[in-house]
């Protein structure tokens, strides 16, 4: 079954360290993975995205994520957090031979970032 | 460009109720899906449409209907309105599946009391 597990409910991180928040992955075949972020009384909005190719993608806001394949994951990470990160992420899963193109989800890891 | 629209963005059921809750996208996207997010659960799969006229079960569609008679519109009913519905319900669209995004609606907090 494809799952996805995001170990932390919560990180913590003083504005201007570098953050990492983690994601491990498991499907049957080769999976396109995302993150996303959710700021309070919003949607998601789509950060980054692996495809194929450079292991080190970069997206939005300064946020890179690094696939390991022999790991199976996609930690999402960014050299210097600003407070204004603070919000709850989500890292997501599509597997490559699903018809349905469904986005399997994490349970979420928040992120608070303090001054 | 407005993306994804969902409305109401707030509503209160009583249990037995039934509601529909909307959904639009104006990107003219093939897929186009409903989630709902549960405190600590992330987002489940309820039902999802790959086109006009195509339907399908997601992971936890007891309890819900849905309808795709045209491209733009994916609208999700409840009939019966039942305490384990009490979630927030997000519509989501995609142009095809495999790598790209999907952008979401900004969600329908819905309290079945």
């Known amino acids: 079954a494809q799952s996805v597990a995001q170990p932390e409910d919560q990180v913590n991180v003083a504005e201007g360290n570098p953050l990492t928040v983690k994601c491990t992955y498991s499907v049957s075949g080769n999976p396109y993975l995302f993150w996303y972020v959710q700021y309070p009384n919003r949607g998601l909005q789509f950060l980054l995205k692996y495809i194929t190719g450079d292991n080190l993608v970069k997206g939005s806001y300064g946020f890179e994520a690094e696939f390991n394949k022999s790991q199976t994951s996609f930690h999402l990470k960014k050299p210097s957090a600003l407070v204004s990160d603070s919000a709850l992420y989500f890292c997501a899963v599509r597997d490559k031979g699903d018809s349905s193109y469904k986005l399997i989800f994490g349970s979420g890891t928040r992120l608070l970032v303090r001054p | 460009n407005a993306g994804v629209t969902q409305t109401p963005k707030f509503r209160i059921l009583k249990i037995g109720q039934s509601m529909t809750l909307q959904c639009t996208q104006d990107?003219?996207?093939?897929?186009m899906y409903w989630y709902r997010q549960d405190p600590g659960m992330g987002l489940k799969l309820i039902y999802y449409?790959?086109?006009?006229?195509?339907?399908d079960k997601g992971e936890v569609p007891n309890g819900y209907n849905v309808s795709r008679s045209t491209t733009e519109d994916f609208p999700l009913r409840l009939e019966l309105a039942a305490p384990s519905q009490t979630s927030v319900y997000f519509c989501?669209?995609?142009?095809?599946?495999?790598?790209?995004?999907?952008?979401f609606g900004q969600g329908t907090r819905l309290t079945v009391v």
């Open positions: 449409s790959v086109g006009a006229g195509i339907t």
């Open positions: 990107m003219n996207h093939n897929y």
């Open positions: 989501a669209s995609s142009y095809s599946g495999g790598p790209t995004e999907a952008f």
